[in-house]
């Protein structure tokens, strides 16, 4: 790696963003385990809107990235659909919203700008998997945030080691400083409308 440039950069644009989320309704009661299982299943439901639109683009991705990354191995959306259903959600992800509005990946510094930010959840997510735990969720219940498990470190280092290996060209680690700034702004967009209002006190 160079040093962690790019992602030092990237880090310092999508910091306000980052902040935000930690404060939304949803993420917040679940870090502290304070959501009650609809209110779980349905920040789960948003999750999974947001989420399995993106990894039906891994696709597109360039397949040197996808090979050097185990892209394959990042679709979170799998993980959701099963917390899902042992949460008892009706009528399956099938009749879930879906998010039109995701920005378009086509180089691989824009493909690794946004899975810096899709990645850099399954840091905080194993907090919140531990607060879940405490709540008394099941193990089946919280798969999506226990992404990767003991594999999690690699995957992360895996993806910032690629990412890092366009730090030295301008033209990439802007392209990829846009797309992890797009991403965020699309995320946060689509996590407004979570109406999971049945946070226990």
């Known amino acids: 790696m160079s040093g962690g440039r790019l992602r030092s950069r990237l880090s310092e644009t999508t910091r306000a963003a980052h902040e935000r989320l930690h404060g939304h309704p949803g993420f917040a009661a679940a870090a502290a385990g ?52 042992s949460l008892g959600l009706a009528g399956g992800v099938t009749a879930l919203p879906l998010s039109r509005a995701l920005p378009s990946c086509v180089s691989e510094p824009q493909w690794l700008g946004a899975l810096y930010v899709t990645e850099g959840s399954t840091l905080g997510g194993a907090q ?16 999506f945030f226990e992404a990767y498990g003991e594999r ?16 030295d060209d301008s033209d990439a680690a802007a392209q990829a400083e846009s797309s992890a700034q797009a991403l965020f702004e699309a995320f946060e967009a689509w996590m407004r409308d979570w109406r999971g209002a049945a946070v226990s006190r």
């Open 34 to 85: 304070r959501l009650d299982m609809c209110a779980y299943r349905d920040l789960l439901a948003r999750l999974y809107g947001f989420h399995q639109p993106f990894e039906a683009e891994f696709v597109k991705a360039p397949p040197a990235m996808a090979d050097a990354i185990a892209l394959a191995s990042r679709r979170r959306s799998e993980a959701l659909a099963e917390d899902l259903c």
């Open 128 to 143: 919140i998997a531990r607060a879940l735990e405490r709540a008394g969720f099941t193990s089946a219940q919280r798969r």
């Open 152 to 167: 999690r470190g690699w995957m992360w280092r895996t993806l910032l080691d690629r990412l890092e290996s366009h730090a």
